[in-house]
């Protein structure tokens, strides 16, 4: 968590991504993006779309999409890490989306110690 606090943009950025990166193999699937979407739009008590019978709403699997697409920037289905910073420095909207997860992250640290 040190790094959020003290960590330059680059180690930030890493460190959210492995946060991503759920199975650790260095890449990011559509599947990966779509579960931590899914659980950022939660942390907000988003309640948007009616669920999918995979229990995502519709909006979060269209926003873990549009996103998976711009950081996949060699089309090849898996983002990596240089793919994934790249994509956070060059679009203010997934810097955004980024915050927000870095938002959350913090608020729950703060709840923890409390």
Known sequence: MS???RGNTDEKLRWIFDLYDIDKNGYVTQEEMTEIVSAVYEMRNDQDAPSTPGGNSEAVIRHAKSVFQKMDVNNDGVVSCEEFIAACHSDAA???SIGTL???VR???S????
Not at 111 to 114: F, S
């Open 3 to 5: 790094v959020l606090s």
């Open 94 to 96: 997934i810097r955004d």
């Open 102 to 104: 870095n938002g959350g």
């Open 107 to 109: 608020a729950k640290r």
């Open 111 to 114: 709840q923890i110690e409390g």
